[in-house]
């Protein structure tokens, strides 16, 4: 229930329950996780939150209607739960659902569909969530999921509102490897969690893309010539290039972090690194690099050429440094 995430996320919690109270639910929400780890419970207990209607955000005052109950059974039909299928959210899953949003509620006459790793979107599934949410349809509502805002393309973002959530302050994370740390914010189920931190490649392949960063950051241009052959024989097909970005992403959130506040979430070790690259970056440039990185991670989904992509990775990062 609801009131179980008033102390972790305080700010959410409030202008939830000030949007039901003056009646603004709107019909599309963006919940960004931030690394919070219950944030896939925070948004069931949101959609119960707003499927219920007592609206009660406590379970002992609840727990009467009929949707409360179906809802913790997980046979309410009027809320649906998208999951990847693989790497991607399809289109078909999308069909599907509008197909079964189109008829009349059986109960109530409020809907909610929940999409778990909104940055699994690829880019026709993307669009027809684009359709849905550009029309938007009295008595249905959206959750997307997804870790940071810039994952997801922005005209679904700005059609959204955005609840931010914030990642709680505990320390075991603290103790994670970088390794660890990768692994699960890249993966979601546990077989491709042990997969990954199993996998002897997988050192490999973190010190190649760290080693990438800190090469370009010195020299530039050579990067096309030296690293971009080696890089893409280690990450040689979509889905690893895919997240061979989100990696650098972080980097990146990770630099731009310690110039603002000295702190580093993912990347610890590479912290004399890092304070180099501060130093020859300003906190605009930064930016425009990530937005660049976020902008050719998005291109990783239509098949595009992976040297081309490369390439203009090095020579967009260099007109910023112009
Ligand atoms: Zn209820």
Redesign the pocket.
């Known amino acids: 229930m609801l009131d179980e995430y008033a102390i972790d996320q305080p700010i959410v919690y409030r202008t939830i329950l000030n949007a039901i109270l003056k009646d603004t639910v709107t019909h599309a929400y963006l919940l960004e996780l931030n690394g919070y780890s219950k944030g896939f419970d925070f948004a069931m207990a949101f959609a119960k939150f707003l499927l ?3 609206h ?1 955000s406590n379970r002992e005052k ?1 727990g ?2 009929h ?2 109950e179906t809802i913790d059974d997980g046979n309410f039909l009027e809320l649906k739960i998208i999951h990847p299928d693989g790497q991607w959210i399809k289109k078909e899953q999308l069909e599907e659902l509008q197909q079964e949003f189109n008829r009349k509620a059986l109960v109530g006459n409020q809907k909610i569909y929940i999409i778990d790793g909104a940055d699994k979107l690829n880019t026709s599934s993307a669009n027809s969530i684009l359709k849905f949410i550009e029309e938007p349809v009295p008595g249905i509502t959206a959750i997307l999921l997804v870790d940071n805002a810039y994952q997801v393309m922005n005209t679904i973002v700005s059609r959204c509102q955005i609840l931010s959530l914030k990642k709680e302050a505990f320390t075991q994370k603290e103790t994670l490897s970088l390794k660890e740390k990768l692994a699960y914010y890249s993966f979601h189920e546990q077989g491709e969690i042990q997969n990954f931190l199993n996998n002897e490649d997988t050192d490999e392949k973190i010190t190649l893309m760290v080693d990438y960063i800190n090469y370009f950051e010195k020299n530039g241009y050579q990067t096309i010539i030296y690293k971009n052959k080696p890089f893409l024989e280690t990450f040689n097909d979509k889905n690893l290039l895919f997240l061979a970005f989100q990696w650098f992403i972080l980097y990146y959130k990770d630099v731009l972090n310690f110039s603002l506040n000295k702190k580093i979430e993912f990347f610890k070790e590479e912290e004399p690194n890092i304070t180099i690259i501060t130093s020859k970056n300003t906190v605009l440039s930064l930016s425009k690099k990530l937005e660049i990185l976020l902008d050719l991670s998005e291109k990783i989904k239509f098949n595009v050429n992976a040297t081309m992509l490369m390439d203009k990775l090095v020579i967009d990062f260099m007109e910023v440094e112009k």
């Open positions: 219920c209607p007592n009660y609840c009467e209607c949707q409360c």
